[in-house]
Each structure stands twice: as structure tokens, then as C-alpha cells.
């Protein structure tokens, strides 16, 4: 995924505001790639969580070397909305290590404004010549009218067969809750993949969902 946008939006009935997400698509740890330049993408998914689901959708094109992004979800009792940027610091598509800053400000589109914003420094390695195995780091900070604070996390992805990867990742977020996630995406084609994913998150009300993303690559 390219830019994790609504990260947390489906977990506004319970937790502060936070405008970053994703993964990449529907994954909590961003990785530091961006689409190829004049290229768009649409990032989607639905996530359960108990009795009421959350839906999001989140395009992206690079225009002049940077990804923008805008993304929008439909939650019980919540709207949220981003408008983020991406940009690749260091290594090209076919390098071992790459480096890329990205931020976003997001809202409710129930209220006028604004009510946060965040910065990231996502860093993705290859652990293998071939590109099968892939760690992601982020470290960032979050500032919302209610909380801020440094969020980190940390993923991987391994292919074990020719269309599928295994997808973890553990985050903390800026109140200091730890999130965690497992799955696969399904590679159907190309510019097509499937996630399927589980997790929970801590903290004082502990949560646990179900996710189905779809992310489509295509030219503009």
C-alpha cells in the first residue's frame, strides 16, 4: 500500500481523533513507496467491527514527484475525511532501503475545518534480493484537539506463494494505545489485490475487527 490514510478512522466511536492512515490501504504501518509518477490508485475497505462497520475509500495520484491523497469514511456516528502527501526521500523503486515523509490534516464532514493533523517518516527494507520479504517502520506524531503525541509502528510482508503475501504489523498510537494486525493479500492481478485482515487494539476499551480491502492501481 501506498499511503495509509484513514489508519484509525474506524475506530472513532472510541478513540480520539487521527487523520493518518492506509497502508497502506487497509494496514496501520505506511511503507515508504508512492505511486509511479502520473499514476493513480483507489485504496477501499469495509471493517467490522462487533455490530456496526465502517467503510472507507481513499484515492491517490502522484503529480510532480508527490502522492495526494484524499479519503473519506461512512462510521457510526462519524465522517471522517484526509487530505495527505507523500513523498520518496531516499531509494528508488527497485532499491533495498527507501525513506518518505508524508503528513495529513482530516476532520469530520459534519463540522467546518479541520481538527488535526499528522507528520510520518515511513522507512521500508528489502530483506531479500528478490523482494519477498519487506519490514516497514513509522514514526510520527499526531495533533489533534484532544491528544498528541509520538505514534510508531512497525510491519512486515512475506510472499510464501506466487499470489499471496502474509501481512503483520503492531502500532501505538499517540494516547499510547498498541494495535495489532494479521492477514494475507491475495495478488489477483497486477494492478488488483485483496486484503483480509484481523485485529485488536488495548488501551481502556479493547477492540477487535474484521477487514476487506481492495486496491486497484490505475493510469489517470
Not at 194 to 207: C, E, K, N, Q, V
Request: hydrophobic residues 45%; charged residues 15%.
Amino acid at each position: 500500500m501506498r499511503f495509509t490514510l484513514l489508519r484509525h478512522a474506524p475506530l472513532w466511536a472510541s478513540l480520539p481523533f487521527n487523520p493518518a492512515a492506509h497502508a497502506a490501504a487497509s494496514l496501520l504501518v505506511d511503507d515508504a513507496g508512492t505511486t509511479s509518477a502520473g499514476q493513480c490508485q483507489l485504496e477501499s475497505w469495509i471493517r467490522h467491527h462487533g455490530d456496526h462497520q465502517a467503510r472507507t475509500a481513499v484515492p491517490a495520484c502522484t503529480i510532480g514527484g508527490t502522492e495526494w491523497s484524499l479519503g473519506g469514511s461512512h462510521l457510526r456516528g462519524a465522517a471522517p475525511w484526509t487530505l495527505g502527501a507523500k513523498r520518496t526521500l531516499h531509494g528508488l523503486d527497485d532499491a533495498r532501503m527507501q525513506i518518505a515523509i508524508s503528513g495529513a490534516v482530516g476532520g469530520d464532514m459534519r463540522h467546518a475545518g479541520a481538527r488535526g493533523w499528522t507528520l510520518n517518516l515511513p522507512v521500508s527494507v528489502a530483506l531479500d534480493a528478490a523482494g519477498k520479504a519487506l519490514l516497514h517502520t513509522n514514526l510520527g506524531w499526531d495533533h489533534a484537539r484532544a491528544d498528541r503525541g509520538l505514534t510508531a509502528g512497525v510491519g512486515g510482508m512475506v510472499r510464501f506463494a506466487h499470489g499471496a503475501s502474509l501481512l503483520a504489523e503492531h502500532w501505538r498510537d499517540a494516547d499510547r494505545n498498541r494495535s495489532e494486525q494479521i492477514g494475507i493479500r491475495l495478488h489477483l492481478r497486477n494492478v488488483v489485490s485483496l486484503d483480509l485482515l484481523a485485529g485488536r487494539t488495548g488501551g481502556g476499551s479493547p477492540t477487535s475487527w474484521v477487514t476487506v480491502g481492495l486496491n486497484l492501481s490505475m493510469a489517470p
